[in-house]
């Protein structure tokens, strides 16, 4: 069966300081992975989205970037945080237009 | 680009209340999948549908797919305290990028 670890679960940083999220899946090939951002109380902002190695598509021009170095391995980060990237992220999977499966979310608070 | 637009953003009902969720864009939608989000978790998906006027229930929920495939509704008959939630349409589109609507937090009061 597939699944979907992300860590960490919490997680505080400084303002300026670099930021690294990763995300895995298990038990598929080629899904389409995503990065959402979900400020308190608020809905689910897509960021980034991608269909394959080395494809990124960022949906929002910010602070951050992503990268999938391998197949299954979906990487968030920043050079330098704001204060305005605190946040739930969430990484997601799924096949062509089929339901997502969500990580746990890390829970970010830059102060 | 593609968007979603659900209302409302918060509903809070007595126990035993209905309650609807709503979810409509301006572009024909290729598909409609429905996810939960309990407080302090992750979204998880409930179902998913393509057809135009399609309706589906999964027990006090039922969801429904417009004839022009435009809009969508989340019913929930008879409210219970374990639907507290955060309700999300999402669609795929063409592209299968999957974007969500806002959102409709629902509170249940005992």
């Known amino acids: 069966s597939q699944t979907i670890h992300q860590w960490p679960a919490t997680l505080v940083q400084p303002v300026g300081s670099p930021l690294s999220l990763e995300c895995t899946v298990e038990g598929t090939s080629n899904p389409n992975l995503y990065w959402y951002r979900q400020a308190a109380g608020r809905g689910l902002q897509l960021l980034f989205y991608?269909?394959?190695?080395?494809?990124i598509s960022s949906e929002v021009p910010q602070n951050l970037s992503a990268s999938r170095p391998q197949d299954r391995q979906f990487i968030l980060s920043s050079k330098k945080l704001l204060l305005s990237d605190s946040g739930f992220y969430l990484c997601?999977?799924?096949?062509?237009?089929?339901?997502?499966?969500f990580g746990q979310g890390t829970r970010l608070t830059v102060v | 680009g593609q968007q979603v637009m659900q209302i409302p953003q918060y509903q809070h009902v007595q126990e035993g209340e209905d309650f609807t969720t709503y979810c409509n864009s301006s572009?024909?939608?290729?598909?409609i999948q429905w996810y939960k989000q309990r407080p302090g978790g992750h979204p998880v998906f409930l179902i998913q549908l393509v057809k135009s006027g399609e309706v589906k229930k999964q027990k006090r929920l039922t969801f429904q797919f417009g004839e022009a495939k435009k809009n969508s509704s989340l019913h929930i008959t008879a409210t219970q305290t374990t639907d507290v939630g955060t309700y999300f349409c999402a669609s795929s589109g063409n592209t299968g990028k999957l974007i969500f609507g806002q959102g409709t937090t629902l509170q249940v009061k005992p």
């Open positions: 572009t024909t939608l290729s598909n």
């Open positions: 997601a999977w799924n096949w062509g237009v089929t339901e997502a499966f």
């Open positions: 991608s269909v394959g190695i080395g494809q």
